[in-house]
């Protein structure tokens, strides 16, 4: 990764929500946005991780997903993603709805903001907490860890395939990535989008971090933000030459 020198302080910005207030901005309009799963639309559950590495015998620094793909034989992959998937089922049991998230999600849509989900985890585990939280609200297309043909965070495909399905021409410049972790940051960041850390325990260390645009506390707080107008505290964009992406 570049050092901190070779990156350009932008903000991102989008237009205010409220008809009332649009007519004064001149901010690109928000055409949507994509949420994680674990820790942003419920609470976190991170107990299920060190679960899943001691069940695979792997260490901390090892990605889990990265670990399973790496495995030699499809008979190895199978039986070690059915050991992760045991553990998500367990603890899907125990899953709880983030503090506003009912409230954020009336607001937009409300607003006809259109929303999708990315995530690693999943099917079964995001159904559970759609049906049982959720269960009136629409998030097309939800991508996750099985969807044939796309990459996991923190690689963008996903973000990138919701944008193309929304019709969307320059990639996720129009859209907000709302997750708690830095794969959500990167891939959110990388896909051309503003991001939104949800603040938890654990990754407060985050908050500076060049793929943050913005941190909250509560899901409802995007409430105010957007009603009024999109604006990111500071950013790093990707290499100010051709290369990168703004």
């Not at 670990?67 to 125990?94: G, W, Y």
């Not at 990459?151 to 399905?165: F, M, R, S, Y």
Request: charged residues 20%; aromatic residues 4%; proline residues 6%.
């Amino acid at each position: 990764m570049a050092s901190l020198q070779n990156y350009t302080l932008r903000q991102r910005r989008f237009a205010p929500l409220n008809p009332a207030n649009l007519k004064s901005s001149d901010a690109p309009q928000l055409k949507g946005i994509v949420f994680d799963v674990d820790g942003t639309l419920c609470l976190p559950q991170n107990y299920m991780f060190a679960e899943m590495r001691a069940a695979l015998g792997i260490s901390k620094s090892v990605d889990i997903l990265h670990h399973i793909a790496r495995l030699p034989t499809d008979e190895e992959r199978h039986e070690a993603s059915n050991k992760v998937k045991a553990i998500e089922r367990e603890a899907m049991q125990h899953q709880e709805p983030q503090p506003g998230l009912l409230e954020l999600m009336d607001y937009l849509e409300e607003r006809g903001v259109k929303r999708a989900l990315c995530t690693r985890n999943f099917k079964t585990p995001v159904t559970n907490l759609l049906q049982n939280h959720l269960p009136t609200h629409v998030f097309l297309p939800i991508i996750t860890r099985e969807t044939p043909g796309l990459l996991p965070k923190p690689d963008p495909a996903g973000i990138l395939h919701i944008a193309n399905e929304w019709g969307l021409v320059n990639g996720g410049g129009n859209l907000i990535m709302v997750g708690d972790s830095l794969d959500d940051m990167t891939a959110g960041h990388t896909a051309g989008a503003a991001t939104v850390l949800l603040l938890n325990d654990h990754n407060g260390h985050l908050k500076e971090h060049m793929h943050t645009d913005l941190c909250i506390e509560k899901l409802n707080e995007l409430v105010g933000i957007l009603e009024n107008g999109f604006t990111g505290n500071k950013t790093r964009s990707e290499r100010s030459s051709a290369e990168g992406r703004v």
